[in-house]
Nanobody
Framework: VQLQASGGGLVQAGGSLRLSCAAS????????MGWYRQAPGKERELVAV???????NYADSVKGRFTISRDNAKSTVYMQMNKLKPEDTAVYYC?????????WGQGTQVTVSS
C-alpha cells in the first residue's frame, strides 16, 4: 500500500486547510485510515482515525474543529481542519492499517501562524 498525502500549507490562526491522502497498490481490506502529526521535539500523536465502516475517533485537542472522512471507492481519506491554532503546527502523516501491516505516507507540513 502506498499513501500520497497532500493539502498542507501555511495558514493564519483561525483559518482552514483540507488534507487528502490517497491509497494505491494493494488497497483491498484496508481497515482504519487516519492522520497523525508530529511537532518539532514532540512524539508523533494520533489526530483522527476512521474505520472502514465510518466510525471516527479524534484527539481531544481537535474535537469540534477537525473532521475526518473517507471515500472507500477512491481509497482516499480527508481531514477538514477548521479554526486552526498555532499549536496545530506539525508534520501530518497519513496512516492506513491492513492487518497486520501499518502503512505511512510521506508527511505534509501544516504551519499555522499567530
Amino acid at each position: 500500500v502506498q499513501l500520497q498525502a497532500s493539502g498542507g500549507g501555511l495558514v493564519q490562526a483561525g483559518g482552514s486547510l483540507r488534507l487528502s491522502c490517497a491509497a494505491s497498490g494493494s488497497i483491498f481490506s484496508i481497515d482504519d485510515m487516519g492522520w497523525y502529526r508530529q511537532a518539532p521535539g514532540k512524539e508523533r500523536e494520533l489526530v483522527a482515525v476512521i474505520t472502514s465502516g465510518g466510525r471516527t475517533n479524534y484527539a481531544d485537542s481537535v474535537k469540534g474543529r477537525f473532521t475526518i472522512s473517507r471515500d472507500n471507492a477512491k481509497s482516499t481519506v480527508y481531514m477538514q481542519m477548521n479554526k486552526l491554532k498555532p499549536e496545530d503546527t506539525a508534520v501530518y502523516y497519513c496512516n492506513a492499517v491492513r492487518s497486520p501491516m501499518n502503512y505511512w505516507g510521506q508527511g505534509t507540513q501544516v504551519t499555522v501562524s499567530s
